[in-house]
T-cell receptor, first 112, second 113 residues
């Protein structure tokens, strides 16, 4: 079954404690992205990757890092989380420019 | 000003109604237009995907793109309670930033039996 898998689904952490949210896709897609979704602000792109070792900033990259060492994986790293990064995060992948995107189930992160 | 503006809603309609959801945009480079449906506590799922201007129909759903007016719409015919969800428009351009997508804020639709 074609899918995008994020882990964990829920995470509560403390300010400053480094964390990683993993994302894996089994469709051999080239493009992968991370979004955050906040009430009243919609879905905003954090980072995206067009292929292995190729990443670029989206609209809200501050405070986040990503890496793309393998095609299937695109982890999101928060080196020093802060409360304003409390949000619902989605990973997505797609095959080509403008193509159909598949979203993961989301990771609800709370930073206290 | 945001690149993509979506009618905010919320929208509440009776079962069987025709629903119109709309977005406007400012970036003339956008060429790919998508509509996603998001149920509560779930990730968005793609409903319709259109390249450039024109209409596309899929069952009860019709997507329209008017690039001259920078306006896109999603029509839902014979709406059902199962259509109750948040609908997101999304757009991307075929440029060097080809991986970048911009979303509207979403419109929450409730279809009452």
């Amino acid at each position: 079954e074609a899918q995008v898998t994020q882990n964990p689904r829920y995470l509560i952490t403390v300010t400053g404690k480094k964390l990683t949210v993993t994302c894996s896709q089994n469709m051999n897609h080239e493009y992968m992205s991370w979004y955050r979704q906040d009430p009243g602000l919609g879905l905003r792109q954090i980072y995206y990757s067009m292929n292995v070792e190729v990443t670029d900033k989206g609209d809200v990259p501050e405070g986040y890092k990503v890496s793309r060492k393998e095609k299937r994986n695109f982890p999101l790293i928060l080196e020093s989380p802060s409360p304003n990064q409390t949000s619902l995060y989605f990973c997505a992948s797609r095959l080509e420019t403008g193509g159909k995107a598949f979203f993961g189930q989301g990771t609800r992160l709370t930073v206290v | 000003q945001k690149e993509v503006e979506q009618d905010p809603g919320p929208l509440s309609v009776p079962e069987g109604a025709i629903v119109s959801l709309n977005c406007t945009y400012s970036n003339s480079a956008f060429q790919y237009f998508m509509w996603y449906r998001q149920y509560s506590r779930k990730g968005p799922e793609l409903l319709m995907y259109t390249y450039s201007s024109g209409n596309k129909e899929d069952g009860r759903f019709t997507a329209q793109v008017d690039k001259s007016s920078k306006y896109i719409s999603l029509f839902i015919r014979d709406s059902q309670p199962s259509d109750s969800a948040t609908y997101l428009c999304a757009m991307s351009a075929y440029t060097s930033n080809a991986g970048k997508s911009t979303f509207g804020d979403g419109t929450t639709l409730t279809v009452k039996p």
